[in-house]
């Protein structure tokens, strides 16, 4: 019995020995050409249902080794920038050294011409079009150039719009809240080989909020490779002055912990050129003519942190922070104002003289925080709380000296201003998606509660410093909005549908304390959304989209305070401005998923403009924002893109629209006044790979605008020709570029007034024409997928963004 139970002991003892034993596997990736993969991911699986049992990635010399395997059989692959290897068989029993796992390029011959990557795929979904670029001949290009050639994209210097509206840009469903130059700035260093689609959402579904125009949402490849990179990057750009900007971001990533901090400084001298003339009119025709010289700079410094941490608490549980802050403790704005004016006959009456010295302190701190839940049947509950704080100082001198022609002084006119602007958003959001079979459905709730206070004191500096009342005054607003909203889905074979239902309740209370009265507002609104997708067969779909929205005023166009340039220029806020809704239609054709047709219609009511209006008798001209008595815009969009040659992409889009927009005419006994425009806009870009490695690219585009509404305004036709070059080197972890804009000099146009008594028009000469150099160096494992973002806030949308 006990030889028996002696072997039994050693029978067990070393079978568990030999049970708890692991291995080591280890090898390289390399491409078809036997050339090393840096960085690649590489994937163990089990045979039985191909799920991850560890991962790892190869060093920068493609070598990889996963440790920790028990005994068994698996599938072993390999994986880079959306092209994968073959399935490998392996027996595990002992420690394991493969010579490669093979990524082969994807290639297909067309004509006799091998092209290593194909053309962008466009997917018309039921409430998006999705633009596929990853592993394309546009996967080497920036993001911004990709967004570019987006199809329904119209980019205008800074600006991307959809449909004459301004798109706002998303990466993987958290908002860039950014100005338009910062955005510009930061994808333009985003490569794209980071990016598997662009979704262009025109008319964005019940889950987002009523308020906001269409979406641009960068969608980016997933990598589970663990460990840390970072960056160093800079940019160089020659206008009229010289500027320049440093930044850095690190990334740090676990199994559980996702942690990303970011930090850039961006000093700037920024020039701006206005020539404006005024015809001031009389029942005799022209009496006076005002032609002004405006020359403004510029300086500010802004400083940019963010922090972003991810952690995961188990499979269905993890936690999300993010938080930014926007730091201008120092901005300056120098305007020098010449202005000449004649008689109607052409003779010089006089001419007068303005220098306006402005300081300004302006910060933005913001945090999000998010909690997700996933269920272990089907779908997900998450839980997001979010707080701003803005604040805004800015005092402002205004001299002005009046000349008769033969340069005699005769008078002077000066003042000073002391403004203030404290804003706070505090937003709370539950939302929940589940499917009921087949039909996918989300809900949530919403509520948002934004308290502003503004306060401006106007001083008189002709005969000392006297307050003057009512130029002085302090503004306070509050509003809360309560929202809830559905929405269904359903796919069948050749259909899709989607529906949904926003329901917003707004309070919103205005109180002038200087001029004793409060504005107070109470609505509730629906905002529904309907999506229709047809696809006959795979050369032709249809699709219809119909959604209602709604712009309410930023909180600066509310404050009833007046901003002078000089006393005849000035801007006029108005506290009675008024939400306004839009109803948004689209119909879309595609046919071979190469030729895409769009047409578009939207009602936008009661639209909330910006009118700029002369007084004749006082010869004044002042800015104000106003809700219009009605607008419409309706057009036809044609998107093409093709690779021409294996180094050539050549993209090109035509858009042909119609705005319109009927106002009261302040200066013209308020009489409806109706501004109109049929415009036609194109764009033509060639993408060109410049070396046979692929890391020399260039690029040439020409972009025309036959002009477009502005307001009470017409600008004029602009064209732009741009040419840029971006170099890679020591093995893609270095970046160079080269950038020039404006070659032609015509990227700005004369904006035009003129019906009824209103006769002026002006030019802006902003620093357009510029030629830019960049820089930017990764180190570290920097083939990984980061969780940059920002924060994602309607109510944001409202502050002031000027730079």
Do not use: C
């Not at 002696?6 to 280890?26: C, E, K, R």
């Not at 390399?30 to 991911?41: H, L, M, R, V």
């Amino acid at each position: 019995m006990k030889p028996l139970l002696l072997f039994l002991m050693v029978f067990l003892g070393v079978s568990q020995g030999v049970l708890s034993q692991t291995y080591t596997l280890s090898g390289e990736v390399k491409d078809d050409t036997a050339a090393a993969i840096p960085f690649a991911s590489v994937f163990l699986l089990a045979t039985t249902d191909s799920t991850l049992v560890k991962g790892t990635s190869a060093d920068e010399n493609g070598f990889f080794a996963i440790d920790g395997i028990t005994e068994g059989l698996y599938f072993l692959k390999a994986s880079y920038i959306g092209q994968t290897s073959e399935n490998l068989t392996l027996d595990i029993i002992k420690d394991v050294k493969i010579g490669a796992l093979m990524i082969a390029q994807s290639s297909q011959v067309l004509d006799e011409v091998v092209v290593t990557a194909g053309r962008p795929v466009v997917e018309r979904k039921v409430d998006r079009l999705v633009f596929n670029v990853e592993n394309t001949v546009l996967s080497q290009s920036s993001s911004w150039e990709i967004l570019q050639q987006t199809p329904g994209v119209i980019s205008m210097q800074d600006e991307l719009q959809i449909r004459n509206q301004a798109a706002t840009i998303y990466i993987n469903d958290r908002k860039v809240q950014l100005s338009s130059e910062e955005v510009r700035n930061l994808l333009e260093n985003y490569q794209g080989e980071n990016i598997k689609s662009i979704e262009v959402l025109s008319n964005p579904p019940a889950r987002y909020d009523a308020e906001g125009g269409p979406v641009l949402n960068i969608v980016t490849s997933n990598n589970i490779s663990l460990g840390y990179k970072g960056n160093i990057n800079t940019r160089y750009t020659q206008g009229v002055f010289a500027k320049y900007n440093i930044g850095t971001s690190h990334f740090y990533k676990t199994e559980k912990l996702n942690l990303n901090a970011s930090y850039s400084f961006a000093p700037r001298k920024v020039f701006k050129d206005v020539e404006s003339i005024t015809n001031f009119n009389d029942d005799t025709g022209i009496f006076s003519r005002w032609e002004t010289d405006f020359d403004q700079t510029n300086r500010f410094e802004t400083h940019n942190i963010g922090l972003v941490l991810d952690y995961t608490f188990d499979d269905r549980n993890e936690l999300s922070l993010t938080s930014n802050a926007q730091l201008s403790p120092e901005r300056t704005y120098d305007y020098f104002q010449d202005t000449r004016i004649e008689n109607g006959q052409g003779t010089l009456d006089s001419t007068f003289t303005t220098a306006s010295f402005l300081d300004e302190t302006k910060n933005n701190i913001s945090a999000d925080l998010t909690f997700k839940h996933t269920f272990e049947e089907k779908g997900s509950l998450t839980l997001n709380g979010h707080y701003t704080h803005f604040d805004l100082q800015r005092s402002q001198e205004v001299n002005s000296d009046y000349f008769l022609p033969s340069g005699d002084f005769i008078r002077d006119f000066d003042f000073f201003t002391n403004a203030r602007q404290d804003i706070e958003i505090g937003t709370a959001q539950l939302d929940y998606s589940t499917l009921f079979g087949t039909v996918s459905f989300e809900s949530g709730i919403k509520a948002s509660f934004i308290d502003s206070q503004s306060k401006l004191d106007f001083f008189d500096l002709n005969n000392g410093q006297v307050p003057v009342a009512e130029l002085s005054d302090d503004y306070l607003y509050d509003e809360q909005v309560y929202a809830g909203y559905f929405s269904l889905s359903k796919d069948w074979e050749k259909w899709s549908l989607k529906a949904g239902l926003r329901a917003e309740q707004t309070e919103s209370s205005g109180n002038s304390v200087a001029l004793s009265t409060i504005n107070e507002l109470s609505y509730f609104e629906l905002f529904p959304t309907l999506y229709v997708l047809h696809n006959v067969n795979e050369n032709h779909s249809f699709a219809f989209d119909y959604s209602r929205k709604l712009t309410r005023p930023r909180y600066e166009d509310l404050n009833p305070f007046r901003t002078f340039v000089n006393e005849n220029l000035f801007f006029d806020g108005n506290p009675n401005l008024l939400p306004n809704f839009s109803n948004n239609f689209n119909l879309n054709y595609t046919l071979k998923q190469e030729f895409f047709f769009d047409f578009y219609y939207r009602d936008n009511g009661n639209y909330i403009s910006t009118l700029t209006f002369q007084n004749n008798e006082n010869q004044t001209l002042r800015d104000v924002t106003q809700n219009v008595l009605e607008s419409t815009s309706y057009g036809f969009d044609f998107n093409y893109g093709k690779s021409i040659t294996n180094n050539w992409y050549l993209y090109s889009y035509i858009s042909i629209f119609h705005e319109d927009e009927t106002f009261l005419a302040l200066e013209s006994n308020n009489v409806p006044a109706r501004n109109e425009f049929d415009g036609f806009y194109a764009d033509l870009t060639n993408y060109l790979t410049l070396s046979k490695d692929g890391t020399l690219k260039g690029e040439l585009g020409l972009t025309y605008l036959s002009g477009f509404l502005q307001g009470s305004s017409i600008q004029a036709e602009t064209t732009n020709l741009t040419f840029g070059l971006r170099k890679s080197f020591w093995k893609r972890r270095a970046l160079v570029s080269l950038a020039v804009n404006d070659i032609l000099g015509k990227a700005n146009g004369r904006v035009t007034s003129k019906y009824l008594n209103q006769d002026n028009n002006f030019l802006a000469i902003p620093e357009t024409q510029y030629v830019r150099f960049g820089f930017t160096y990764n180190f570290g494992n920097y083939r990984l997928e980061d969780n940059d973002r920002e924060i994602d806030k309607i109510e944001r949308e409202r502050l002031s963004s000027e730079e």
